[in-house]
Every structure is written in structure tokens, then in C-alpha cells.
């Protein structure tokens, strides 16, 4: 029962529509998904570099979306990137025994590692424990095998080193 005002008036009910929502408030997932674990990759370190990049980029060929792909400034796909969650893909260090959808997790790992290599574009895959564990080593490895994405960001990246 809606509760009276300040002034005595009982508000009128909204015969609008409520949003469902999925359990425990997560969000929807569109159809293979976007993690949170992705998301902070996103903004701690993609976005950080000042990388250009489409969020689930998909090899139609093969009918999988990488997580990320990067761009050069003519459009032109740089490389690829799969953020992996330690369990979810079976990182050997944690789980002895992989389960069955670790194994699947695998398969369509080899699937998207060989279109990657056919197509001559660099994946570049990211452990959930290095995210997680050491994030300079991950930013090194970008810029390694990326590259500086702006000379704005190259200047700042100088500017904070030590002489």
C-alpha cells in the first residue's frame, strides 16, 4: 500500500511497466557475454592506454566473438584480445581436473587461436590471475605487443618516468 506524502496525499500508482531484472540483480548478458572481469580489463587498462577498440568482435567465419579487437587509426584490426577467467578456461595452476565445460571452454579456444593465426592478427590472451595479480606486467605486455596507441598517452608515459 503506497505510503502518504508530507501533505496527507497518497501517491498515485504508476501503471508503468517494471523492469525485470535476473537474479540476484545481475545484469543480462548478451549471447556469449561480457564478464565484469572484462569490463575492468576494459577500463584499467584498455581505456587507461587510450587504445580504440570494439567489445566482442565477431569472426562470423567461425561464429565466435573475441572479447576485444583493437584498432589502428585507419580502422584496421591490430589485434585481438580474450580476457580469461582462471576457471571458467581451466587455468593448469589452479584446477588439476578440468570439468566439462572447462574442456568446451578449451575447444573454442583452439577454434578462435587458429582463425587468429589463419588471418594473421596477433591474439594476445590475458589470465583473470595476472589482471588480478600483477597489472604492470600486463600494461608492459600491451605496450609490447601493441604498442602506445597515442602520442598524447607516449607523452604522459614519458612524463612520469624518472630521470
Not at 577467467?85 to 577454434?111: A, F
Request: charged share 35%; with cysteine; glycine share 8%.
Amino acid at each position: 500500500m503506497p505510503q502518504p506524502t508530507r501533505r496527507g496525499r497518497t501517491p498515485a500508482v504508476s501503471k508503468k511497466k517494471v523492469k525485470k531484472t535476473t537474479p540476484r540483480g545481475k545484469r543480462p548478458h548478451p549471447k556469449y557475454g561480457t564478464s565484469k572481469l572484462e569490463d575492468r580489463f576494459a577500463e584499467e587498462f584498455l581505456d587507461r592506454l587510450g587504445y580504440k577498440y570494439i567489445r566482442q568482435y565477431e569472426a562470423r567465419e567461425i561464429g565466435r566473438f573475441y572479447d576485444f579487437c583493437i584498432l589502428r587509426e585507419d580502422g584496421k584490426i591490430l589485434a585481438l584480445i580474450e580476457v580469461d577467467g582462471d576457471y571458467y578456461h581451466g587455468r593448469g595452476l589452479v584446477y588439476e581436473e578440468k570439468s566439462p565445460m572447462q574442456k568446451h571452454n578449451e575447444t573454442v579456444d583452439n577454434i578462435k587461436n587458429k582463425w587468429a593465426h589463419e588471418h594473421q592478427v596477433p591474439l594476445l590472451r590475458i589470465w583473470e590471475h595476472d589482471i588480478n595479480n600483477d597489472p604492470s606486467g600486463v600494461i608492459r605486455m600491451l605496450k609490447r605487443e601493441i604498442g602506445v596507441a597515442t602520442k598524447k598517452q607516449e607523452k604522459k608515459d614519458e612524463m612520469g618516468k624518472r630521470h
